[in-house]
């Protein structure tokens, strides 16, 4: 191997490094935003939650990120009184924590998932919601969770 085709492989090898570090990060500071847009909403700070939202880049999230990315903006719509249209965003959220078992994000979906319907005006559906989300919170220490966030 040559002089100049070991430097090239050292310099193929630190890019694709870099490339995986730069991944990884920007992963972090995703998470970084969710985490402070949560704070912003249980602040009540919910023009500031709706502005962080708008400016996070949705297309490079992963499946979890972008299961607490439709959590929190149903949430901070629903808060700031703007109603919904569609309940796929929630649905997403909801069908991702009951499958992977984060159980206090799982019964707050669930809160917000029987706002959305309620306000969809599917009555029926929004109360099987919050019965589901009281069903799984009783019992326990997240008995108060969902109403909490309301």
Same mark, same amino acid.
């Given at each position: /191997?040559?002089?100049?085709?070991?430097?090239?492989?050292?310099?193929?090898? !630190?890019?694709?490094?870099?490339?995986?570090?730069?991944?990884?990060?920007?992963?972090?500071?995703?998470?970084?935003?969710?985490?402070?847009?949560?704070?912003?909403?249980?602040?009540?700070?919910?023009?500031?939650? !709706?502005?962080?939202?708008?400016?996070?880049?949705?297309?490079? /999230?992963?499946?979890?990120?972008?299961? &607490?990315?439709?959590? !929190?903006?149903?949430?901070?719509? &629903?808060?700031?009184?703007?109603?919904?249209?569609?309940?796929?965003?929630?649905?997403?959220?909801?069908? &991702?924590?009951?499958?992977?078992?984060?159980?206090?994000? &799982?019964?707050?979906?669930?809160?917000?998932?029987?706002?959305?319907?309620?306000?969809?005006?599917?009555?029926k559906k929004a109360v099987d919601?919050?019965?589901?989300?009281?069903?799984?919170?009783?019992?326990?220490?997240?008995?108060?969770?969902?109403?909490?966030? /309301?």
């Amino acid at each position: /191997m040559t002089y100049q085709s070991r430097k090239f492989s050292i310099f193929f090898a !630190l890019l694709i490094i870099l490339n995986v570090v730069g991944c990884h990060h920007s992963g972090n500071g995703t998470d970084r935003s969710l985490a402070q847009v949560d704070s912003l909403l249980n602040e009540e700070e919910l023009q500031q939650a !709706l502005e962080r939202l708008g400016k996070i880049d949705t297309m490079s /999230m992963n499946e979890s990120q972008t299961a &607490y990315y439709y959590l !929190l903006l149903t949430q901070a719509k &629903y808060k700031s009184f703007i109603t919904a249209t569609t309940d796929k965003e929630i649905n997403f959220a909801v069908n &991702y924590y009951k499958n992977n078992g984060d159980k206090k994000r &799982y019964i707050r979906a669930l809160v917000y998932q029987g706002g959305v319907n309620e306000e969809l005006g599917n009555l029926k559906k929004a109360v099987d919601c919050y019965h589901q989300a009281e069903s799984l919170a009783k019992n326990s220490d997240l008995y108060y969770l969902g109403y909490s966030k /309301m």
